[in-house]
């Protein structure tokens, strides 16, 4: 028998991944997500090593990445939040549709509800 918690199609919640130059913008935008109930958490790693081309020239930056947890019914609002405050002319902005354990997903969307 599994360990792992019961997974349904009903149990969906939605990853947005980003990156920003610095923590403390990738921090008030993390905050700003959570506190307008855009997101019901962010993750901040980094500092990571991006390679990227830009503009015809060979990047490498140093940068922090966002992974917001938001809920399916909150996922335009969330990316408009995190496109108003991004100071990148281009964000990165991920969107992955998962599946967690019903639990995990009813307290997503409860904090995405704005009822906390």
Known sequence: ???SPHVDTES???LVLST???LATAETC???LVEHSNAACVQIDGPIRSVYQWKGDIQTDEEFRLLVK???ESLDECVTA???HHP???PEIVVLHA?????YASWVTEQTSGRK
């Open 82 to 84: 995190l496109k108003q």
């Open 1 to 3: 028998m599994s360990d």
């Open 12 to 14: 969906e919640v939605v």
């Open 30 to 32: 993390a905050k700003h």
């Open 70 to 72: 938001t809920s399916p």
């Open 88 to 90: 990148y002319e281009l």
């Open 99 to 103: 599946h967690a354990s019903a639990a």
């Open 20 to 22: 920003f130059s610095d």
